[in-house]
């Protein structure tokens, strides 16, 4: 099984329709991560969670909305989905080690088309 | 927010040629990362580096931070289909901060 799960893994809705994405880690790690890839655009930030009681936005993050409901879940909700939300999600998680540079896992993306 | 390039966006090689992509920047970064994505699948982390003027090499994979810390490049020898997949960098600006990914490299390499 993937240290990274994401649900679901494809998703077509329509514009205005609330969509939830779910992740789960079984890495033991803090740190968890929504970036949303687009093509030829890399990844972008949309928001992050360094343990369960924080919550950042991240590049991007207006229309959309977090949870951290335990340390190894981190769900991703749009309320009111939009065509331009179309995109290719990917959860990732690290570990606040100390380290200066930390190693992002990644789940193996949610396919999201809003018609 | 900094611009960051990767080049060339596509690449189409013969299997045992060699090739070179590279990470530019106009900002400095305290560290670099290069992850390799392929179809279907999450990014997976091939290497980081921190000292400008660092070479790593990986197999037949060689990383190069620049001096000073603006860019990167990504040479691979004796390409294989295995090699096929999109190539991105990942630079951090300070510690603690989150990483900001360019655009990629989509890499195919035909047998």
């Known amino acids: 099984d993937a240290d990274v799960t994401q649900t679901p893994r494809n998703r077509i809705t329509k514009t205005g329709k609330r969509i939830m994405l779910e992740c789960s880690q079984t890495?033991?790690?803090?740190?968890m991560y929504w970036y949303r890839q687009d093509p030829g655009l890399g990844l972008q930030l949309i928001y992050y969670?360094?343990?369960?009681?924080?919550?950042n936005k991240g590049e991007i993050s207006d229309g959309y909305s977090v949870s951290r409901q335990a340390q190894a879940k981190f769900s991703l909700s749009l309320e009111s989905a939009i065509p331009n939300q179309t995109a290719l999600y990917f959860c990732?998680?690290?570990?606040?080690?100390?380290?200066?540079?930390?190693?992002?896992?990644f789940g193996e993306g949610s396919r999201l088309t809003v018609l | 927010t900094q611009l960051l390039e990767q080049s060339p966006q596509f690449l189409s090689i013969q299997e045992g040629e060699n090739l070179t992509v590279y990470c530019n920047s106009s900002s400095v970064f305290s560290s670099l990362q290069w992850y390799r994505q392929e179809p279907g699948e999450g990014p997976v982390l091939l290497v980081t580096?921190?000292?400008?003027?660092e070479v790593k090499k990986l197999k037949r994979l060689t990383f190069q931070f620049g001096d000073a810390r603006k860019d990167s490049s990504l040479h691979i020898t004796a390409a294989q289909p295995g090699d096929t997949g999109l190539y991105l960098c990942?630079?951090?600006?300070?510690?603690?901060?989150?990483?900001?990914f360019g655009p990629g490299t989509r890499l195919s390499v035909l047998p």
């Open positions: 580096v921190v000292t400008g003027g």
């Open positions: 890495k033991g790690h803090d740190r």
């Open positions: 990942a630079p951090q600006k300070g510690y603690g901060q989150n990483f900001v």
């Open positions: 969670s360094f343990d369960v009681k924080d919550i």
């Open positions: 990732a998680t690290s570990e606040s080690s100390g380290r200066a540079v930390e190693e992002l896992f």
